[in-house]
């Protein structure tokens, strides 16, 4: 069966899926995107993911190319055409297609919209789940606003990239402070020596995750707390246990940080408890 895409109104298949040269997103990484889990043919927490859409997309100034609602509708086909059992749709949204120009284009250019989803691998992932996997460190040179969601991506690319290179699975991201910041595309969660569950502040440096944020329900009803709080790479380094969050993997194990193991060098019981509530609060729909 063929990929279908969603291109600016069009579901085309994926030879003929193409933006123009144009597009503001290829000249100038000038827009923004979501990604979505997808379980049971469903989008997971599509509200929230379209609500910080929303959100991303004021930041720039670019407007919503449709409403919230029936970019939900968009999704969901391209979900449904692509018969996505386990997987993730990807929406992005760029500034459109104008003579390249740095300043905005005029009001009538239209933001270009494009919609794609994929199967990912459940037996890997979960394999990988129990495992954890391994991280290296790399400096935060990122801009100021990675809050916003956008595809201007590159520091993320070399990190995970460099990871790759090292033997490890991903990369965390340590500001100029030696605080660790997130991963590169993911946010980074420790249980402290002491016992504590941390995870960074959300402000202008990290991206507010929507799993970070549906996790928080998941530990409440557990009966644990959380601090939202900056930990160090050395934090990180004695902690008992750690993990990323995203909506591609929900919460991962990580065993290892540079050289140093993390507990026992095996998936922590926080961890594994967090992993298996976290679906009785994620949002199918
Ligand atoms: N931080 C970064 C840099 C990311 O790219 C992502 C997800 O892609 C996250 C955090 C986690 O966000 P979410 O849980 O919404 O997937």
């Not at 379980?39 to 670019?62: A, V």
């Not at 120009?101 to 129990?130: G, I, M």
């Not at 997130?182 to 959300?202: F, K, P, Q």
Request: a positive charge; charged letters at 25%.
């Amino acid at each position: 069966m063929s990929r279908i895409a969603y291109v600016n109104g069009r579901y085309l298949p994926f030879a003929k899926a193409k933006v123009h040269v144009e597009d503001r997103g290829y000249q100038f990484s000038d827009g923004v995107y979501e990604v979505c889990e997808v379980r049971g043919g469903q989008l997971i927490d599509g509200r929230r993911h379209l609500e910080r859409l929303k959100r991303s997309l004021g930041e720039l100034n670019i407007r919503m190319p449709m409403s919230a609602r029936a970019l939900g509708v968009v999704m969901r086909e391209v979900v449904a055409r692509n018969r996505i059992g386990y997987g993730i749709v990807y929406l992005q949204i760029t500034r459109g297609v104008a003579r390249r120009d740095h300043a905005f284009p005029a009001n009538e250019v239209r933001p270009s919209l494009v919609v794609t989803a994929r199967t990912l691998n459940k037996a890997r992932n979960e394999a990988l789940a129990e495992r954890g996997i391994a991280v290296v460190t790399v400096p935060d040179n990122r801009w100021g606003r990675v809050d916003i969601k956008t595809i201007g991506l590159l520091p993320n690319v070399l990190a995970r990239q460099t990871a790759l290179e090292r033997g490890a699975r991903d990369a965390w991201f340590v500001d100029a402070h030696g605080i660790v910041t997130e991963a590169s595309s993911a946010n980074v969660w420790l249980v402290t020596s002491d016992g504590t569950l941390i995870t960074r502040h959300a402000d202008n440096a990290i991206l507010r995750g929507i799993t970070r944020t549906v996790l928080f329900d998941a530990i409440r009803a557990e009966g644990l707390t959380v601090e939202e709080r900056a930990f160090t790479l050395q934090d990180a380094y004695r902690a008992r246990e750690a993990f990323i969050t995203s909506a591609s993997q929900i919460v991962l194990p990580v065993v290892r940080v540079d050289d140093r193991v993390i507990g026992d060098g095996k998936p922590g019981p926080v961890t594994i408890a967090l992993r298996r509530a976290y679906r009785r609060f994620a949002e199918a729909g």
